[in-house]
């Protein structure tokens, strides 16, 4: 006969087992095949970025160093490039970024601990990586923006999907109206490869390694000041978006054929806009360009999403490399500025003279079918990325893995 101690632990247990019955009614439990999908897109995502982050592994501040009387074949490659590669994948990352927040919540809130803490230790080592990535190798860093992004993109996080798209529709807004007044506040600087500004620029990004860590404070300390601004209120209205179109099935199911026609128009039309201003050699066009670049990638990027969701519906070889790069995003992001800089600084700096725009198309392509190599080595032998597995081990041991809600 039960005594009265253990019928009130036989209640208190089932008080715990009906609380969580209530709350595992209200979180959404991920299938595995999402994660699969959610992986592959990030590694579709990594591939991708590395054919825009290229231009800048030599010269990061001005990129690719075009000619005085342009190539038609560099035309040709810039115009497929605004349609297809420029902010597409940084703007495809920011969306899974979002979800990313959105699931971990998800599974901290299951598993009783707080929620705003441990996400917060991993924002708070995404930005320590970032500044780390962006000083000793490359100052093109993205984490550094994701991170200080994703602190404003939790705030909202919980809300409701209207809420989600409102505010995701006002940070971009925000963000894209900074952008336009720095970049038509900016210096009209000729930069082609005859020019004095680019032989100056050359000498000092393939000097010592020394003179170049300069040059990365530099433009850290510049990023660091201007990404309340701009990038931040960008990113982080992605984020939201991405919450948003996820709970709505968007990454499960795609769009509807109204809304992908509705989203292949407005890319065309802005992304004509964006490479028409841009040759125009108007410095007020060309900067209106660089906001329309970044509005143009958002319906890209959604595009690319249901491509993606639709691919994987039906497994293949090449769907398993995508989610193995996926899985391996950000050890292979760091590898992408480690092997760009020692290519175009310090093994090969003259292939800052004398590649075009289809020469450097052609380098990414390769070094693509490289990290699908690799990732799919990687994994015979390990489960998990170093960096991966770094980061998750500062994140969640940095004394907020046993606070619970």
Same mark, same amino acid.
């Given at each position: 006969?039960?005594?009265?101690?253990?019928?009130?632990?036989?209640?208190?247990?089932?008080?715990?087992?009906?609380?969580?019955? =209530?709350?595992?009614?209200?979180?959404?439990?991920?299938?595995?095949?999402?994660?699969?999908?959610?992986?592959?897109?990030?590694?579709?995502?990594?591939?991708?970025?590395?054919?825009?982050?290229?231009?800048?592994?030599?010269?990061?501040?001005?990129?690719?160093?075009?000619?005085?009387?342009?190539? @038609?074949? !560099?035309?040709?490659?810039?115009?497929?490039?605004?349609?297809?590669?420029?902010?597409?994948?940084?703007?495809?990352?920011?969306?899974?970024?979002?979800?990313?927040?959105?699931?971990?919540?998800?599974?901290?809130?299951?598993?009783?601990?707080?929620?705003?803490?441990?996400?917060?230790?991993?924002?708070?080592?995404?930005?320590?990586?970032?500044?780390?990535?962006?000083?000793?190798?490359?100052?093109?860093?993205?984490?550094?923006?994701?991170?200080?992004?994703?602190?404003?993109?939790?705030?909202?996080?919980?809300?409701?999907?209207? =809420?989600?798209?409102?505010?995701?529709?006002?940070?971009?807004?925000?963000?894209?109206?900074?952008?336009?007044?720095?970049?038509?506040?900016? !210096?009209?600087?000729?930069?082609?490869?005859? =020019?004095?500004? %680019?032989?100056?620029?050359?000498?000092?990004?393939?000097?010592?390694?020394?003179?170049?860590?300069?040059?990365?404070?530099?433009?850290?300390?510049?990023?660091?000041?201007?990404?309340?601004?701009?990038?931040?209120? %960008?990113?982080?209205?992605?984020?939201?978006?991405?919450?948003?179109?996820?709970?709505?099935?968007?990454?499960?199911?795609?769009? =509807?054929?109204?809304?992908?026609?509705?989203?292949?128009?407005?890319?065309?039309?802005?992304?004509?806009?964006?490479?028409?201003?841009?040759?125009?050699?108007?410095?007020?066009?060309?900067?209106?360009?660089?906001?329309?670049?970044?509005?143009?990638?958002?319906?890209?990027?959604?595009?690319?999403?249901?491509?993606?969701?639709?691919?994987?519906?039906?497994?293949?070889?090449?769907?398993?490399?995508?989610?193995?790069?996926?899985?391996?995003?950000?050890?292979?992001?760091?590898?992408?500025? @480690?092997?760009?800089?020692?290519?175009?600084?310090?093994?090969?700096?003259?292939?800052?003279?004398?590649?075009?725009?289809?020469?450097?198309?052609?380098?990414?392509?390769?070094?693509?079918?490289?990290?699908?190599?690799?990732?799919?080595?990687?994994?015979?032998?390990?489960?998990?990325?170093?960096?991966?597995?770094?980061?998750?081990?500062?994140?969640?041991?940095?004394?907020?893995? !046993?606070?619970?809600?």
């Amino acid at each position: 006969m039960p005594t009265q101690e253990n019928a009130k632990e036989n209640l208190a247990h089932s008080h715990y087992a009906n609380t969580a019955s =209530s709350e595992l009614s209200e979180l959404k439990i991920v299938p595995q095949q999402r994660i699969i999908l959610l992986d592959a897109i990030r590694g579709f995502a990594l591939l991708g970025i590395f054919f825009m982050n290229i231009y800048f592994m030599g010269i990061t501040f001005f990129g690719y160093a075009g000619h005085v009387t342009p190539l @038609i074949l !560099d035309e040709i490659i810039e115009t497929f490039q605004n349609l297809f590669i420029e902010g597409r994948f940084i703007s495809l990352f920011s969306l899974l970024f979002g979800i990313g927040i959105y699931l971990q919540s998800q599974k901290f809130k299951l598993e009783g601990r707080n929620t705003t803490s441990l996400i917060h230790a991993r924002l708070r080592w995404l930005i320590v990586f970032g500044l780390i990535h962006g000083i000793l190798i490359w100052p093109g860093d993205i984490l550094l923006t994701y991170g200080v992004s994703g602190f404003l993109a939790l705030r909202y996080s919980g809300n409701s999907i209207a =809420s989600l798209k409102l505010r995701a529709g006002l940070f971009i807004f925000i963000g894209l109206v900074f952008v336009a007044l720095i970049t038509l506040n900016g !210096d009209d600087v000729v930069f082609t490869r005859e =020019s004095p500004v %680019f032989a100056s620029q050359y000498s000092a990004w393939t000097a010592s390694y020394a003179s170049q860590l300069k040059l990365h404070l530099l433009q850290i300390g510049y990023m660091v000041m201007i990404i309340p601004f701009t990038l931040m209120w %960008f990113s982080a209205g992605l984020m939201l978006l991405g919450i948003a179109l996820y709970q709505e099935g968007h990454f499960e199911r795609g769009f =509807s054929r109204r809304s992908l026609l509705q989203l292949l128009l407005l890319t065309l039309v802005l992304s004509t806009l964006d490479t028409v201003f841009g040759f125009s050699h108007n410095s007020t066009l060309e900067a209106i360009a660089d906001v329309l670049v970044m509005l143009s990638a958002i319906p890209m990027a959604l595009i690319y999403v249901h491509i993606l969701v639709k691919f994987c519906q039906n497994p293949s070889p090449f769907v398993d490399a995508l989610q193995r790069v996926g899985k391996l995003a950000f050890s292979l992001y760091i590898l992408q500025s @480690i092997v760009g800089v020692l290519l175009f600084r310090y093994l090969a700096p003259e292939l800052l003279l004398t590649l075009d725009r289809w020469g450097y198309f052609g380098l990414a392509l390769s070094y693509s079918l490289v990290q699908l190599l690799i990732a799919t080595l990687y994994f015979r032998w390990f489960n998990q990325g170093p960096l991966e597995k770094l980061w998750r081990y500062l994140a969640f041991n940095s004394g907020h893995t !046993d606070i619970t809600k």
